[in-house]
């Protein structure tokens, strides 16, 4: 059974960094492109950025580049959002999901492409 379990969502303050991780099992999570979603109450699911299949390319939406940083520990089959500079525009439930098929150019445009979607852990920027 595949699973995609988040974890590191936390409170915290204006400004400071979060690390998200995003730990796959039943499946060698290499083979397929990962990404980040995130969704608040009552709003559409927003794509945050993904990792293409055998760590090919990485794919940012405008409002993350140069604070957000997808990787991926293959070793560990586990996929990280580092997050820095928060402002309270991230607060959200941020989820993981990884696509139905390889995918060597992913995108988080089309959240349709995605599946096995984790429970999703919770980001609060509160000042």
């Known amino acids: 059974q595949v699973q995609l379990v988040e974890s590191g969502g936390a409170v915290v303050q204006p400004g400071e960094s979060l690390r998200l991780s995003c730990a796959v099992s039943?499946?060698?999570?290499?083979?397929?492109?990962i990404g980040w979603f995130r969704q608040a109450p009552g709003k559409e699911l927003e794509g945050v950025a993904c990792?293409?299949?055998?760590?090919?390319?990485?794919n940012y939406e405008d409002f993350v580049k140069d604070r957000f940083t997808i990787s991926r520990d293959d070793a560990k089959n586990t996929v990280f959002l580092q997050m820095s500079n928060l402002s309270q525009e991230d607060t959200d439930a941020y989820y993981c999901?990884?696509?139905?098929?390889?995918?060597?150019?992913?995108?988080?445009?089309?959240?349709?492409?995605?599946?096995?979607w984790g429970q999703g852990t919770q980001v609060t920027i509160y000042s």
């Open positions: 039943g499946i060698s999570a290499d083979w397929y492109a």
């Open positions: 999901a990884r696509t139905t098929y390889p995918m060597i150019l992913c995108s988080v445009e089309r959240p349709s492409m995605f599946k096995d």
């Open positions: 990792v293409s299949s055998k760590n090919g390319p990485t």
